[in-house]
Protein backbone atom coordinates (compact mmCIF):
# COMPACT_ATOMS: atom_id res chain seq x y z
CA UNK A 1 0.00 0.00 0.00
CA UNK A 2 1.59 3.35 -1.27
CA UNK A 3 1.96 6.16 1.45
CA UNK A 4 -0.61 8.60 -0.85
CA UNK A 5 -3.45 5.70 -0.83
CA UNK A 6 -2.92 5.71 3.05
CA UNK A 7 -3.36 8.92 3.84
CA UNK A 8 -6.03 9.06 1.44
CA UNK A 9 -7.57 6.66 3.38
CA UNK A 10 -6.77 8.45 6.73
CA UNK A 11 -8.93 11.25 5.13
CA UNK A 12 -12.11 9.45 4.02
CA UNK A 13 -11.79 8.43 8.20
CA UNK A 14 -11.82 12.06 9.10
CA UNK A 15 -14.66 12.76 6.95
CA UNK A 16 -16.69 9.93 8.27
CA UNK A 17 -15.64 11.21 11.60
CA UNK A 18 -16.46 14.58 11.68
CA UNK A 19 -19.71 13.81 10.36
CA UNK A 20 -20.38 11.17 12.63
CA UNK A 21 -19.74 13.51 15.65
CA UNK A 22 -21.61 16.22 14.39
CA UNK A 23 -24.32 14.67 13.51
CA UNK A 24 -24.82 12.74 17.01
CA UNK A 25 -24.58 15.76 18.23
CA UNK A 26 -27.66 17.06 16.33
CA UNK A 27 -29.47 13.89 17.73
CA UNK A 28 -28.35 14.63 20.90
CA UNK A 29 -29.71 18.14 21.24
CA UNK A 30 -32.92 17.70 19.51
CA UNK A 31 -33.51 15.43 22.06
CA UNK A 32 -32.26 18.23 24.77
CA UNK A 33 -34.51 20.51 23.44
CA UNK A 34 -37.42 18.17 23.48
CA UNK A 35 -36.55 17.70 27.69
CA UNK A 36 -35.92 21.66 28.09
CA UNK A 37 -32.70 20.19 29.36
CA UNK A 38 -30.63 24.27 28.86
CA UNK A 39 -27.08 23.56 29.38
CA UNK A 40 -26.64 20.33 27.44
CA UNK A 41 -28.90 21.71 24.69
CA UNK A 42 -26.26 25.00 24.93
CA UNK A 43 -23.45 22.56 24.59
CA UNK A 44 -24.34 20.27 21.45
CA UNK A 45 -25.59 23.36 20.23
CA UNK A 46 -21.78 25.18 20.47
CA UNK A 47 -20.28 21.12 19.09
CA UNK A 48 -22.74 21.31 15.70
CA UNK A 49 -21.80 24.49 15.15
CA UNK A 50 -17.98 24.26 15.09
CA UNK A 51 -17.75 20.65 13.63
CA UNK A 52 -20.02 22.16 10.76
CA UNK A 53 -17.05 24.91 10.46
CA UNK A 54 -14.82 22.77 9.32
CA UNK A 55 -16.89 19.94 7.69
CA UNK A 56 -18.33 22.13 5.05
CA UNK A 57 -14.71 22.80 3.86
CA UNK A 58 -14.10 19.29 3.44
CA UNK A 59 -17.03 18.36 1.72
CA UNK A 60 -17.86 21.50 -0.46
CA UNK A 61 -14.31 20.39 -2.79
CA UNK A 62 -14.84 17.11 -2.47
CA UNK A 63 -16.26 14.45 -4.87
CA UNK A 64 -18.93 11.76 -4.44
CA UNK A 65 -17.25 9.44 -2.41
CA UNK A 66 -16.41 11.79 -0.17
CA UNK A 67 -19.85 12.36 0.19
CA UNK A 68 -20.68 9.09 0.56
CA UNK A 69 -18.46 8.93 3.54
CA UNK A 70 -19.80 12.23 5.15
CA UNK A 71 -23.60 10.71 4.26
CA UNK A 72 -22.50 7.59 6.06
CA UNK A 73 -21.10 8.90 9.12
CA UNK A 74 -23.86 11.13 9.81
CA UNK A 75 -26.04 8.09 9.09
CA UNK A 76 -24.61 6.31 11.99
CA UNK A 77 -23.51 9.29 14.12
CA UNK A 78 -27.64 9.76 14.14
CA UNK A 79 -28.49 6.13 15.99
CA UNK A 80 -25.74 6.51 18.20
CA UNK A 81 -26.67 10.18 19.57
CA UNK A 82 -29.80 9.24 19.88
CA UNK A 83 -28.58 6.07 22.10
CA UNK A 84 -26.25 8.38 24.05
CA UNK A 85 -28.92 11.16 24.58
CA UNK A 86 -31.04 8.45 26.75
CA UNK A 87 -28.22 7.38 28.02
CA UNK A 88 -27.42 10.52 29.05
CA UNK A 89 -31.13 11.23 30.13
CA UNK A 90 -31.53 7.87 32.35
CA UNK A 91 -28.86 9.63 34.45
CA UNK A 92 -29.73 13.17 34.52
CA UNK A 93 -33.13 12.41 34.74
Known amino acids: MTA ?8 KLKLFTTAFLQVTFVSMNVVFISKNLVLPMILTGFLI ?17 DRIY ?24
Open 4 to 11: ARVVGMID
Open 70 to 93: YASGAAIGTYFGYVISHLILTIWL
Open 49 to 65: SFLWSSNVRKIAFGGMR
